[in-house]
């Protein structure tokens, strides 16, 4: 009996820890997002924060990047004004494409809105270390803040699922 109660006790908890380790992180005032664990977080002098979780088993990454657009002398209409213009989204994707490298291939590429807030949607292929990656991003402006979230898979087994729930869990609050 006592060994039947330990083994229901398991079944009764596992699904909780499993559920709790999940962490809501309020990335500015009105955008928030769901990490599958909690991510290792780094400010650096209220130029930018940066979200960043590698699982386990290695096969993914979730990064955010919060850029705060105010440290570089922009003020908010300005940023508005700029949003305007195609050129806006183009120099945001050529400048995440540069960090990632020559190699950097864009598979699809979109612009959503989601939560009246336009949202560049990029997927890409690149190489690190040798080894190929694909990386899912959206990239976004939230007043004075630059948001760019990026999956990165990393192997062959990386969860879709997971992916998906990451960028589902966006929350835009105008």
Do not use: C
Not at 22 to 37: A, D, H, M, Y
Not at 40 to 62: E, G, H, K, W
Not at 77 to 88: M, Y
Not at 141 to 155: F, G, P, T, Y
């Amino acid at each position: 009996m006592k060994k039947l109660f330990i083994i229901h006790f398991l079944f009764i908890l596992f699904p909780i820890a499993a559920m709790s380790q999940e962490t809501k992180i309020q990335l500015t005032e009105k955008v928030s997002i769901s990490f599958p664990e909690k991510p290792d977080v780094r400010n650096m002098q209220d130029i930018a924060s940066v979200y960043s979780l590698r699982l386990a088993d290695s096969t993914a990454n979730f990064n955010v990047v919060v850029q705060n657009l105010a440290k570089n002398g922009l003020n908010e209409e300005q940023i508005e004004t700029a949003q305007l213009e195609p050129a806006f989204w183009e120099q945001l994707e050529s400048s995440f494409i540069a960090q990632l490298g020559n190699e950097t291939k864009v598979l699809s590429k979109e612009k959503k809105n989601i939560s009246g807030k336009d949202v560049l949607i990029l997927e890409l292929s690149t190489e690190r270390n040798g080894k190929k990656m694909e990386l899912k991003s959206y990239i976004f402006i939230d007043s004075l803040h630059s948001i760019n979230i990026v999956h990165s898979k990393r192997a062959a087994g990386a969860s879709v699922d997971l992916r998906d729930k990451f960028f589902n869990s966006l929350k835009i609050v105008e």
